[in-house]
């Protein structure tokens, strides 16, 4: 049998997020240099039933049957197996590698899932609807997030640009104009499951305060889907300096991306903010073709540990991304 490769995309939401647990729309776009990839080959040494998985980047070599029930690839692997029907598989390794920063809200979790699910039904000649393998990979991010919204597997799964709003049928979005953002990495790990976690105490104790500002974030969402479906992205950067402002009295920011998105909207950027979970990760900042070298350099000399540049089109119409 034949090794069976299979990756997935990192993704970075544009608006959002946060407000999206809470029920308010939320924008998605995948990232497609960024990527997770699985391996799945027959393990002729091995005795029938062994599976193997080896993730040198997070330091696992172990066997499926001795990592504990909730380990999130030991729980993809088995979710995977279920669905099939697969009781008793041949001996196999799984390999897992991936160049998405972890716990930086870039969804790696999401992608090492979706790429596993992918790889391991494709072992066994299956090929699992994308809308299952967004919904076992949503079974893994419960582990990873606790209350996950679901955007993360949804939009990497389709690996399309999405309008999502949790409970709702995912949207794709039309972008009439391509736009570019610039990724800065703020170096600083953050796992989202600390951060969601401290957005629903704070909401728990200030539901009022909270509901608004979730409220605002998704007027602020619906307004941005507008401007990318009628081709004027330049108008994104109010809103993203609008949405950060937000997140900030969400209590998701941090002096590291505070600073970062100063220095992208001083480098010229049309609007910056962070994206994903917070308090680390990463931030975007809107760019066009003249100042996009120009906000990568300043990101990079003042503190970013790593900066991509990618553009978001239309799904299908080229590559859509530059690692910078
Ligand atoms: O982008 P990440 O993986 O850091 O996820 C964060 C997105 C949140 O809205 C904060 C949580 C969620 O489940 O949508």
Redesign the pocket.
Known sequence: MPAIVSSAPA???LF??????YSQP?I?VPVNTLRAKAVVTPDLEAGAGTVHIFAPGIDLDAKLDDLPQEHPLALAIRLVFSYLGITDPPAIRIRISSSIPI????????AVAVAVIRATAGFFNQKIPVKRVSELAYEV?VV??G??????NTVIAYEKPIYYQRGRPMQVLQVALPFSVVIGDSGVI?P?VK??GD?RNAWTEQPGLYEALFEQVGEIVQLARGVIESGEPARLGALMDENHALLQQIG?SSPELDHLVEIARQAGALGAKL????RG?NMIALVTPENAQDVAHALMENGAARVVHTEIRQPGTGDDSLEG
């Open positions: 993704k970075i939401i959002g997020e946060h407000a999206v647990v939320a998605a716990a930086a809200g870039m969804g790696s979790g999401a991010e990873h997030h209350t996950p919204s679901g955007i993360d953050s989202t951060a969601v957005v998701v994206s994903g979970a917070g990760g």
